[in-house]
């Protein structure tokens, strides 16, 4: 075993045995630290015996094991940034909506008679 | 203002009048760090139409300060959000106003507002919900070869993702109709909004008009415009929309 084994096996075991028990105490949903543990066992079994992800990617139909990896990492990563760019839209909406009603209730017009018909207007704005 | 143009102006001042009842025309214009020329654009507008507003969208400068030196109302946002956010926020105060026709129009002085009358007049004669500025239909002096390349790509990106045939998709002068604007809920802050207006109008079935209107172009409006590379990112983003909604 190499020292690179060595160091990551015991390491990724240990993450998904937190994950584990995180997932039992109730901090993470069923579906997410199931995911979560069957994803770090992988790697950690993956690690220790590299030849088998190769037996794997044949067996996918992909010669290699690194160009297994290789794949799943570019779509993974696909897959992150859909998943973040989602979150940040709906982010982005919100603060607008928040944004956009502290802008209308402070409206104010260059002329003498602001004040009157702003008393007027703020039964009329639209809520986000 | 020139004598000429003062005329021109309460000629179409006039024409509004007849076209929409005056105070039924509502006009927003979105405004970022506008202060050095925000004035002569308020001052062309109120000779033209009673009712505006501009969304000074979390200048920096002292554009705000200015626009309350006019009859006009102004909406602040605390922070930048980008001109389509603006745009909502604008067509959010009309409504509530109770305007009948609302209208777009670009802070940097690009639109004339002899366009708005045209605009508006055309709404009423075609039954139409949207009238949508074209320069490529009416003018556009001093636009530079890039910025006529630019626009035509845009045109052909909207045409393959919107399936909307348009001259020039991304006009800032557009008229609507109160039902028109009451179905647009822009939801993408920045510069896509121009091509999410036209899918909204689409997917309401609202029927659109394309007007012949001029833009002028300068040294000042060309200072601020798109260029290249803002086209790239507008239409990297403009297909992340349609994995991401």
Same mark, same amino acid.
């Given at each position: 075993?190499?020292?690179?084994?060595?160091? %990551?096996?015991?390491?990724?075991?240990?993450?998904?045995?937190?994950?584990?028990?995180?997932?039992?105490?109730?901090?993470?949903?069923?579906?997410?630290?199931?995911?979560?543990?069957?994803?770090?066992?992988?790697?950690?079994?993956?690690?220790?015996?590299?030849?088998?992800?190769?037996?794997?990617?044949?067996?996918?139909?992909?010669?290699?094991?690194?160009? %297994?990896?290789?794949?799943?990492?570019?779509?993974?990563?696909?897959?992150?940034?859909?998943?973040?760019?989602?979150?940040?839209?709906?982010?982005?909406?919100?603060?607008?909506?928040?944004?956009?009603?502290?802008?209308?209730?402070?409206?104010?017009?260059?002329?003498?008679?602001?004040?009157?018909?702003?008393?007027?207007?703020?039964?009329?704005?639209?809520?986000? | 203002?020139?004598?000429?143009?003062?005329?021109? /102006?309460?000629?179409?001042?006039?024409? !509004?009048?007849?076209?929409?009842?005056?105070?039924?025309?509502?006009?927003?214009?979105?405004?970022?760090?506008? +202060?050095?020329?925000?004035?002569?654009?308020?001052?062309?507008?109120?000779? !033209?139409?009673?009712?505006?507003?501009?969304?000074?969208?979390?200048?920096?400068?002292?554009?705000?300060?200015?626009?309350?030196?006019?009859?006009?109302?102004?909406?602040?946002?605390?922070?930048?959000?980008?001109?389509?956010?603006?745009?909502?926020?604008?067509?959010?105060?009309?409504?509530?106003?109770?305007?009948?026709?609302?209208?777009?129009?670009?802070?940097? +002085?690009?639109?004339?507002?002899?366009?708005?009358?045209?605009?508006?007049?055309? =709404?009423?004669?075609?039954?139409?919900?949207?009238?949508?500025?074209?320069?490529?239909?009416?003018?556009?002096?001093?636009?530079?070869?890039?910025?006529?390349? /630019? /626009?035509?790509?845009?045109?052909?990106?909207?045409?393959?993702?919107? +399936?909307?045939?348009?001259?020039?998709?991304?006009?800032?002068?557009?008229?609507?109709?109160?039902?028109?604007?009451?179905?647009?809920?822009?939801?993408?802050?920045?510069?896509?909004?121009?091509?999410?207006?036209?899918?909204?109008?689409?997917?309401?079935?609202?029927?659109?008009?394309?007007?012949?209107?001029?833009?002028?172009?300068?040294?000042?409006?060309?200072?601020?415009?798109?260029?290249?590379?803002?086209?790239?990112?507008?239409?990297?983003?403009? =297909?992340?929309?349609?994995?991401?909604?």
């Amino acid at each position: 075993m190499t020292l690179f084994q060595a160091v %990551l096996t015991p390491s990724c075991l240990l993450v998904a045995a937190v994950v584990s028990v995180r997932t039992m105490r109730g901090s993470l949903s069923r579906w997410s630290g199931l995911c979560w543990t069957v994803t770090w066992l992988s790697t950690a079994f993956f690690i220790a015996a590299p030849m088998s992800l190769t037996t794997v990617a044949r067996w996918l139909g992909i010669g290699r094991g690194a160009d %297994l990896v290789l794949y799943f990492a570019v779509l993974a990563g696909l897959g992150i940034v859909l998943y973040y760019y989602g979150r940040f839209r709906r982010l982005e909406v919100l603060v607008t909506g928040l944004i956009r009603r502290e802008a209308l209730e402070a409206a104010r017009h260059g002329g003498s008679s602001a004040s009157s018909e702003l008393h007027a207007m703020d039964s009329n704005l639209p809520r986000q | 203002m020139n004598r000429g143009t003062s005329r021109g /102006l309460e000629d179409t001042a006039k024409e !509004v009048a007849l076209a929409s009842s005056g105070d039924e025309t509502w006009v927003i214009v979105p405004a970022f760090n506008e +202060g050095t020329r925000i004035l002569r654009v308020l001052d062309e507008l109120t000779a !033209v139409v009673a009712n505006v507003v501009v969304v000074d969208d979390g200048s920096e400068d002292d554009t705000g300060f200015h626009v309350l030196t006019r009859p006009v109302w102004l909406v602040t946002h605390p922070a930048n959000l980008g001109q389509g956010a603006a745009i909502q926020t604008g067509i959010d105060f009309a409504l509530a106003r109770g305007a009948a026709y609302v209208v777009t129009f670009d802070a940097d +002085g690009q639109h004339r507002p002899q366009d708005i009358p045209v605009l508006v007049s055309s =709404l009423q004669r075609n039954e139409a919900d949207f009238a949508l500025g074209s320069r490529f239909l009416g003018s556009a002096t001093g636009m530079p070869i890039s910025r006529h390349i /630019l /626009l035509k790509l845009a045109v052909l990106v909207t045409r393959v993702l919107s +399936g909307v045939k348009l001259t020039d998709a991304h006009n800032g002068l557009r008229a609507m109709t109160r039902g028109g604007a009451a179905s647009l809920q822009i939801r993408h802050n920045r510069m896509e909004h121009a091509s999410e207006i036209i899918d909204q109008i689409r997917h309401c079935g609202r029927k659109y008009i394309e007007v012949p209107v001029q833009i002028r172009y300068t040294a000042d409006t060309l200072a601020k415009g798109q260029r290249m590379s803002d086209a790239i990112g507008l239409g990297l983003r403009m =297909l992340l929309r349609r994995v991401v909604r």
